[in-house]
């Protein structure tokens, strides 16, 4: 059996953050076919659902890039390597220190959370408002973070500068990983996510993997994050936007996606 992983962000998604209407008909054309698919991405589970919402994944979603595991059908998640609280106070002073605002995901009785700091400028601003806009996660002020919390990530927006001495002060966490790129919200920012490095995408779909007998893996993505996935996977493939190291480990590079480079590899693919 065949399993099909898409990354989300640059890779299913368009410029815009959505799947397109010509993806749309592409996952319902896998469905009718009983090919089975779902999605490994390093957004949290609270920022996803909806983008995924009536796209048929209807198997097992990873999250927060692996922490999460998520089944849809039973409505009930795992967590695996949450941050434990001496690593996210070192991360939380390195941002403060910088004048970043770190937005900090938690899982408590299946519930989703999200504490923050002050936020210091309309970026920040804006993103916090979005978390506000989302029904399936609360927000609340870091002061409220309780001492036993399950952290999955702590994620945050900033300049290049202030976010590699962010990225150096904490080097010496030998448990954490981080992940950033440019931001949507644009202005030169970039996005930085931190989480536990035995965190991955490729070794949450490998349990996915054993758990339902798939026999081959085919994946896409188009970040570091999805290295891991790369690794594990019988097939990669990268679209023609992904980064060059992403690009030069992966079976094949395929359309851009802003031009539904997934879909058309895949109608092409499975002759849908």
């Not at 962000?9 to 953050?17: C, E, K, V, Y």
């Not at 339902?212 to 290295?227: A, K, P």
Request: hydrophobic share 40%; aromatic share 8%.
């Amino acid at each position: 059996m065949e399993l099909i992983v898409f990354d989300l962000d640059g890779t299913l998604l368009n410029g815009a953050s959505k799947i397109s209407a010509y993806t749309k008909e592409t996952l319902r054309l896998l469905s009718e076919r009983n090919i089975a698919y779902t999605v490994a991405t390093g957004r949290t589970l609270h920022s996803a659902q909806e983008i995924l919402a009536g796209h048929g994944f209807e198997l097992p979603h990873v999250y927060s890039n692996g922490v999460i595991i998520w089944n849809p059908e039973m409505a009930s998640l795992s967590l695996e390597n949450v941050l434990v609280p001496e690593e996210v106070q070192h991360v939380l002073s390195a941002a403060l220190d910088q004048g970043v605002t770190p937005f900090v995901s938690t899982v408590q009785n299946e519930e989703h959370f999200v504490f923050h700091s002050p936020v210091r400028h309309d970026v920040e601003q804006r993103l916090l408002q979005n978390f506000y806009e989302r029904p399936t996660a609360t927000v609340l002020p870091m002061d409220e973070l309780p001492d036993d919390a399950q952290i999955t990530n702590i994620s945050m927006l900033g300049d290049e500068v202030s976010l590699e001495n962010i990225r150096s002060r904490i080097g010496s966490e030998s448990h954490l990983i981080v992940y950033s790129g440019p931001a949507i919200e644009g202005n030169g920012l970039k996005w930085m996510d931190v989480h536990h490095c035995d965190a991955s995408k490729g070794g949450a779909i490998n349990v996915l993997k054993e758990r339902f007998g798939f026999t081959t893996v085919v994946c896409f993505g188009d970040s570091e994050n999805d290295l891991s996935m790369f690794a594990m996977a019988d097939e990669c493939y990268a679209p023609d936007n992904a980064k060059p190291d992403i690009k030069a480990v992966a079976t094949a590079v395929i359309g851009h996606h802003d031009n539904d480079g997934v879909a058309r590899f895949l109608r092409e693919r499975f002759s849908l």
